[in-house]
């Protein structure tokens, strides 16, 4: 029988590892939101960003955290670059698909570098504060998970008050809500398209970083990510960034809790199942809607 203790240590990590996913799926939002861009290659930054992190520690001594100093400025001028040299390029009518393609190329091309320059041997930070925990109501959480769960909360939070706080934040979500008429208000949606593109990019630096400081890094595994992050921005809702945060929370706590009766590679497919059955019965997403409207 499944104890108590066991069972609510699995919601915790739940709901640290739904924050995580949110920060993701974040970036993915924008894009599509932004230009309808099907990023594929998001998830292969983000593990260009943890290789990155691993780096800096190995070569430097640095802690992870400190990389994100780097990271963060240097992932977003990559974004603004990709959209406004190649993105802004395509032709509308078939913008969609030829991104999944171009994004598709690069993600192919990251992978490859990263296996030319670090190999395919697997990477593991070693940190001195790697192997602690905190005990919770008998639950027992990694201190990693901790902080990359803070991280997360505080890109999020970030996130947040710039499109909701700012006048960039209002000139994005109208550009995101209807193009056309933000022009019309005087908004230079190219200039705006490009930036929205960095801050989504810059969301794969952090959320690579929180990502290295747990999990052992190869340069495929952007391929073990990109299918449930998917998931979540169309369950959430395209272009919802808190549709996907909401969609991102209850898939990560559900896909913990399902990994006591099941095991891991059968618990992540709760992932595929709601996209399944998102789009058979509710293809605007369960969490868009008025959700979208109101942020």
Do not use: C
């Amino acid at each position: 029988m499944t104890s108590g203790a066991l069972i609510f240590q699995s919601v915790v990590l739940g709901l640290l590892l739904g924050g995580l996913y949110a920060l993701l799926a974040s970036g993915l939002t924008l894009y599509f939101g932004i230009m309808r861009v099907v990023m594929i290659a998001h998830s292969a930054f983000l593990i260009l960003a943890a290789y990155l992190a691993w780096w800096s520690h190995t070569r430097f001594g640095v802690d992870p955290l400190l990389s994100l100093v780097v990271t963060v400025p240097l992932f977003f001028a990559a974004g603004v670059l990709l959209q406004r040299g190649l993105l802004s390029r395509l032709r509308p009518a078939t913008l969609t698909m030829m991104s999944v393609l171009l994004t598709f190329a690069i993600a192919v091309i990251i992978e490859g570098l990263l296996g030319y320059a670090f190999t395919g041997t697997q990477r593991r930070i070693q940190l001195g504060y790697g192997t602690a925990n905190l005990e919770l109501f008998g639950a027992r959480i990694a201190v990693v998970k901790l902080i990359a769960f803070g991280l997360a909360a505080a890109a999020l939070l970030t996130l947040y008050l710039l499109l909701k706080r700012t006048t960039f934040g209002w000139a994005l979500r109208a550009t995101i809500q209807h193009p056309d008429a933000a022009r019309l208000v005087g908004i230079d949606t190219n200039r705006v398209a490009g930036h929205g593109f960095g801050i989504g990019l810059a969301t794969a630096a952090v959320g690579g970083t929180a990502l290295a400081l747990d999990t052992t890094i190869y340069p495929s595994l952007h391929w073990h990510w990109i299918g449930p992050l998917m998931a979540i921005i169309v369950v959430g809702g395209l272009g919802s960034v808190p549709g996907a945060a909401a969609a991102a929370m209850v898939l990560g706590l559900t896909q913990s809790l399902l990994q006591i009766p099941l095991n891991t590679t059968w618990a992540q497919t709760v992932f595929y199942l709601a996209l399944l059955a998102t789009l058979a019965f509710r293809p605007q997403g369960f969490f868009g809607g008025r959700l979208a409207q109101r942020f």
